[in-house]
């Protein structure tokens, strides 16, 4: 194991235990912010929030002294990103890790992500397309080791060859696993210029089996063609839509599918990290002109999405490798192209939440919710980067950061 990755388990064990010292207080503790942003699109100043046991139990004017004073801080609902992967990494040759390395020093990159993920604010994340997701989920969730609360496709489908009844039986088995949802690739990557690459009968077979399961169902989608086959599947998401038009735009609200752009941050990633992608796989100079391409695209699509009455929209940016703690780009990046600031911030709490169906438990400052709190320095109703100037971060009741101690 390389020092680097010695260092860094020592650093995530040293954070764990000083989060569980933060924590070892008895009974309720409150928190006192003069800006409170509930994340369903309402406001409340000077105000005090009680958390017991894990989760909010009151919200009401502040009085007395809280046991954290975040004066001078906006505070929000925990932030959550849909779409990541969290193993993603480069390699100790800083290069994109594409192949087989050691388990331990997989495990390692991956602990770390998910850390300076929280350390972002974001106390939700959804990795899609990874087995090896499973044992951080679990780590996670059983909290013995700081992360984002964190649901797993644990892999994905996308072999084109297969057939409907072998898509059928491959989503039975990610249930079996214990997948939180299932990712469906029905498009080509943009980088091979985003074609369809399923049919509407193996879509229909993908997202029906999924649904029958129980399971919400994630599908990548660039073309226009490939969101209307997910859109007729009543699939649950449909993921970056980089090349989309109007048409299905519309068909998703009609359907009632989920839409999550990905303008912000992943591919901007790519490109500044081209050295460390380029000649691994389709990451090659015509897969990176192509990126490009479909990046000079996207203030026109979003602008389409916004104009498109009754379309959903979801919070993923589909973080790679190099994007990692940097998930508020995406956030930023829509507010600059088009969307109301107010939206934004709905759409990175409670919007997210529901398009998870985790409404009743996540996205929101409400008694009764899980006490996932994020305080930043400035208001985010008027200057959107204040979102990346995270201060505090608790969840679950757990404080994680706290720069005013």
């Not at 849909?82 to 594409?98: E, K, L, Y």
């Not at 059983?142 to 409907?164: C, D, E, H």
């Amino acid at each position: 194991m390389t020092r680097r990755l010695v260092l860094l388990a020592a650093a995530l064990l040293t954070a764990f235990a000083a989060s569980r010292a933060l924590d070892a207080q008895s009974g309720a503790v409150t928190l006192r912010a003069p800006l409170v942003l509930d994340g369903r699109g309402g406001s409340r100043t000077d105000t005090m929030v009680t958390v017991n046991n894990g989760k909010i139990t009151v919200l009401g004017a502040a009085s007395g002294t809280p046991t954290y004073d975040l004066a001078g801080l906006t505070l929000l609902p925990g932030f959550i990103d849909t779409h990541v992967h969290i193993g993603w990494h480069f390699d100790t040759n800083n290069r994109f890790a594409s192949g087989q390395e050691p388990a331990d020093q997989a495990a390692l990159y991956g602990a770390e992500n998910a850390w300076v993920t929280l350390q972002a604010g974001f106390t939700t994340i959804q990795s899609v397309g990874a087995a090896s997701d499973k044992a951080l989920r679990d780590a996670i969730n059983r909290g013995v080791l700081p992360g984002p609360r964190l649901l797993s496709s644990l892999g994905s489908i996308a072999n084109p060859k297969m057939t409907v009844e072998e898509i059928r039986a491959a989503v039975r088995m990610f249930k079996a696993d214990g997948a939180d949802l299932v990712k469906i690739f029905a498009s080509a990557s943009i980088r091979d210029g985003g074609v369809p690459t399923l049919s509407q009968d193996q879509v229909d077979a993908a997202c029906g089996e999924s649904k029958a399961q129980g399971l919400r169902s994630m599908v990548h989608a660039h073309s226009p063609e490939s969101m209307m086959r997910a859109a007729r599947a009543n699939c649950t998401v449909v993921e970056h839509g980089g090349l989309a038009n109007a048409e299905a735009l519309a068909l998703l609200a009609e359907k009632g599918v989920w839409f999550d752009p990905n303008i912000g941050l992943v591919t901007q990633n790519y490109l500044e990290n081209k050295a460390k992608f380029l000649g691994i796989g389709n990451y090659t100079e015509e897969g990176f002109a192509s990126m490009e391409k479909a990046l000079g695209l996207k203030d026109a699509m979003f602008s389409a999405a916004l104009k498109t009455k009754n379309l959903k929209m979801t919070m993923g940016t589909d973080a790679v490798a190099g994007a990692h703690g940097q998930n508020m780009r995406e956030v930023v990046e829509r507010v600059k192209s088009g969307q109301a600031p107010m939206d934004a911030i709905r759409s990175l709490t409670s919007i997210s939440a529901e398009s998870m169906n985790l409404q009743m438990e996540l996205g929101a400052i409400y008694p009764g919710l899980q006490a996932d709190l994020v305080a930043v320095e400035g208001n985010p109703l008027t200057d959107i980067t204040a979102l990346q100037r995270v201060r505090f971060v608790m969840r679950g009741g757990k404080v994680y950061r706290n720069d005013r101690r």
